[in-house]
């Protein structure tokens, strides 16, 4: 298979082929949502959803790094996750009103659906509301409304990677299997934390 260049970029020599695959799409999902169509600035409030998942995590510590008051959400069980991540609060989505959040600048989302929106709610006239899910049909009332799909960024790519390489990003690695226990991994009835990462070599 043949990739163009400008879609690859070089894996730090400290950072290993398990850790360089758990980047690419979580990191450059985040990083796209938050930065080029969020649009987040320093000192601003970005509320999280799923944030102790594989991209939501990602989008968090992205967001701290860039100086943002972060606020995520998920389940009861994902809070202490949430919080390592680099969250500086949590709404459990089950037991807590999702106003609970205050107002906020941007919402980046990976969750859809009602919880979605209900977001517009939380984001200040002039605000944000970013998604991966699908468009998102709710009013909007002076909030820009995006649905992106990522793109290949090499420059982004390699920022993230360098990022990793210093300490400041971490990744949200859950199994590594083998390239013959793949279907099993990917199957499975049971709800896997994490990224799965296959590996092709032993």
Do not use: C
């Not at 390489?165 to 499975?188: F, M, P, Q």
Request: net charge negative; glycine share 12%; charged share 20%.
């Amino acid at each position: 298979m043949a990739i163009e260049a400008r879609n690859l970029a070089p894996l730090p020599d400290d950072v290993d082929f398990n850790d360089g695959s758990a980047l690419v799409m979580p990191g450059l999902t985040a990083w796209q949502g938050i930065f080029d169509h969020g649009r987040l600035e320093a000192g601003q409030r970005i509320l999280v959803h799923g944030a102790a998942g594989i991209v939501g995590s990602m989008a968090v510590q992205l967001a701290r790094q860039a100086g943002a008051y972060v606020i995520g959400t998920g389940r009861a069980a994902h809070r202490e996750a949430a919080l390592k991540f680099g969250a500086n609060e949590f709404v459990d989505l089950d037991n807590e009103p999702l106003e609970n959040a205050g107002l906020v600048d941007v919402v980046f989302d990976v969750l859809g659906g009602d919880i979605a929106k209900r977001s517009f709610g939380v984001i200040r006239a002039g605000g944000r509301f970013v998604t991966i899910t699908g468009r998102v049909e709710a009013q909007a009332g002076g909030v820009m409304n995006i649905d992106f799909v990522v793109e290949a960024d090499r420059a982004q790519l390699m920022e993230i990677a360098k990022q990793f390489s210093e300490g400041r990003l971490k990744t949200n690695t859950g199994s590594i299997v083998t390239l013959d226990n793949a279907i099993a991994a990917y199957n499975s009835a049971d709800r896997v934390r994490g990224k799965t990462i296959v590996r092709v070599r032993p």
